[in-house]
């Protein structure tokens, strides 16, 4: 026979709670989701970022051939040449893009430089955007009298990628690619993702010494080389396309009409993986 005992029905915590043991069991394993999910949501994130950088630089490209169409197929004079305001590329595609949102700036680079203590042009790394975001729109600059507020982004011109007004020059006139009907544009640079507003980088430009070093403390590469995402920088051509460019490749690229692609920073040229700052070493190679 069954004893009495073995009906009895266990009693059970009336208030329904949890023991402390469980409560650390279900953190414990909170936390270890935490830990598997976070990487994958940050590269997640991170990929909406490029994806979002990639359609400014579309729209940017759509504005360059709208501006070069209106203007006999030619670039504007742009940075080193460029003697009046409207020769900049932000002033004189300003009616192209002044209502077509922020798209001056890259996601993964939309801080203002201000916030990195080295003001609007100084020493902010290549995850900050230059220029000037505060103040009425066209209001003058005490640093810079050609920009202005509203005058910012993490975007640059190519700056070999203009037509330089003669005898302005700083260099020879015809390293310059000055409009958009060129061979082979899907090698040549248009505009990019920048620490500055432009670049004009020589083939032995040397690449930033560490990941966050400022456009103004090294070679003209260092402000066209931001590693903004995993290893890559976004770029639209001269023929419009637009892709990520690898930071090794850079140098591969056809920056001016006598760039070679060839030189020292490339396989082609005789680099080592040794002579790569310590950052870039893992990057692809080119």
């Known amino acids: 026979m069954l004893s009495k005992g073995f009906f009895k029905v266990r009693r059970v915590n009336s208030a329904g709670g949890f023991t402390l043991v469980e409560l650390l069991v279900v953190i414990a394993i909170i936390a270890l989701l935490m830990s598997i999910l976070m990487p994958a949501l940050a590269r997640v994130r991170n990929q909406a970022k490029c994806a979002i950088c990639l359609s400014n630089l579309r729209q940017w490209g759509a504005m360059f051939v709208m501006y070069t169409s209106a203007n006999d197929g030619h670039f504007m004079p742009n940075w080193s040449t460029a003697t009046r305001r409207e020769d900049y590329w932000f002033e004189a595609l300003r009616p192209y893009y002044m209502d077509a949102g922020d798209i001056r700036v890259c996601p993964r680079a939309s801080k203002p430089a201000s916030e990195a203590g080295g003001g609007p042009f ?35 011109a190519n700056g070999y990628a203009s037509d330089p007004r003669t005898g302005t020059a700083s260099v020879s006139d015809d390293l310059y690619w000055r409009t958009m009907h060129v061979k082979s544009g899907g090698r040549i640079p248009m505009f990019c993702g920048d620490q500055w507003l432009a670049g004009m980088p020589g083939e032995k430009s040397a690449p930033p010494a560490w990941e966050t070093q400022p456009w103004n403390q090294g070679s003209g590469m260092v402000r066209l080389c931001p590693n903004r995402h995993d290893g890559y920088v976004n770029q639209v051509f001269i023929d419009c396309s637009v892709r990520k460019v690898g930071l090794k490749e850079l140098w591969t690229l056809k920056w001016h009409r006598k760039f070679r692609t060839n030189d020292y920073w490339t396989i082609a040229g005789g680099v080592q993986p040794s002579d790569w700052p310590e950052w870039m070493r893992g990057f692809k190679d080119y």
């Open 122 to 156: 100084g020493n902010m790394g290549p995850f900050y955007a230059w220029g000037i975001f505060d103040g009425d729109c066209g209001e003058p600059s005490k640093d810079w009298d050609v920009v202005t507020a509203c005058d910012y982004g993490s975007y640059g």
